[in-house]
């Protein structure tokens, strides 16, 4: 079992950044962001895999960063360039796999979420 707990939401004007951390307590191949807004489906955002592959959702590209530290199982996701529509729940997500593709069904490992709210 591993726990994830993110950090790093808050409120912050369109154009502005963030960056989110999760810390895990095990290590895990596959890691992703993953975010839901009200009323919305999940939607992943961003994953990254232990090689340091990485993919986006097309709405962020350009603009976030998906990273993460092995040394410290923590996953990182640095947001430029904020906008109104990135406001949701971001959760941190994790699995044991080789593959790390943006479907919120392949992941065994869930963080609590962190609120991330971008005004005009």
């Known amino acids: 079992q591993v726990q994830l707990v993110e950090s790093g939401g808050g409120s912050v004007q369109a154009g502005g950044s963030l960056r989110l951390s999760c810390v895990a307590s095990g290590y895990t191949n596959c890691m992703a962001w993953f975010r839901q807004a009200p009323g919305e489906e999940r939607e992943g955002v961003a994953s990254i895999i232990g090689s340091g592959s990485t993919r986006y959702a097309d709405s962020v590209k350009g603009r976030f960063t998906i990273s993460r530290d092995k040394a410290t199982n923590t996953l990182y996701l640095q947001m430029n360039s904020l906008k109104p529509e990135d406001t949701a729940m971001y959760y941190c997500?994790?699995?044991?796999?080789?593959?790390?593709?943006?479907?919120?069904?392949?992941?065994?490992?869930w963080g609590q979420g962190t609120q991330v709210t971008v005004s005009t």
């Open positions: 997500a994790a699995v044991s796999g080789w593959i790390c593709f943006l479907n919120w069904d392949q992941y065994s490992y």
